[in-house]
């Protein structure tokens, strides 16, 4: 004949649960690091390359890896305008370089910042650099020879290098406050139910359930008498 059974549950919300036992939990989330939104720290390194660099929109592509790994760090590739890194950065450290370029003796066609090394599957900021395309006036004799086109490289290339070290220290910032305990804590919500030692009570046991509001008691059922029987 069919019987039946009555189990009571008594269940809490994660808010409920004890510290220790808030801990444990988060502990055991595997998956709350992938969750991390880094587009904040993304959107506020482009718009600053796209206005200390000229950084075009269209093609700026930007790398990152956070892993503490051999190859984390971060890395970018993209046009940059000519006149705006021609007004803020040649100028301020090249004034001959500038004078040619004013002068038209040299046209520079492109600045753009290109992925560079064996080991370019890496992203971190050595993996790209600057690179400049110019043409001299054919009726000017060494206008600009190789040696000023390479440092001003170097020095574009030292600029952007700088930018990503900063933004992959915005970037582990950003990881360790999302994925600390206490944001942890704050994104929890209390839909589950859970034990009072953290286990996720399975919803089809609590489904359309009569809940009664109830406090669980500690009873410590060890006898700690000592009877003396004669």
Known sequence: MPKTYRTEIIGYKFSELSEEVKQKIYENDDFFSEMVDYSPIEDVFRENLMECFGA???????????????????????????ETVVKDRVGSYFTGILN???????????????????????????????EIEYVNDPTEIN??????????????????????????????DHYEESTSFEAYCDITEDHTVYTEDGKVVDPSFIKNACVIDAVQLKLDFEDHTDYNFT
């Open 56 to 82: 075009d929109r269209d093609t700026l592509e930007v790398y990152y890896d956070i892993s503490y790994s051999q190859g984390s760090g971060a890395c970018c590739v993209g046009e940059l305008d000519v």
């Open 143 to 172: 206008a600009w020879n190789i040696e000023d086109a390479e440092e001003l490289e170097e020095m574009l290339t030292n600029a952007i290098r700088e930018e990503l070290l900063n933004f992959h220290s915005m970037l582990q």
């Open 100 to 130: 040619l370029i004013e002068s038209g003796q040299v046209v520079i066609d492109s600045i753009r910042i290109v992925r560079c090394g064996p080991s370019n599957y890496y992203n971190h900021e050595n993996t790209c650099k600057v």
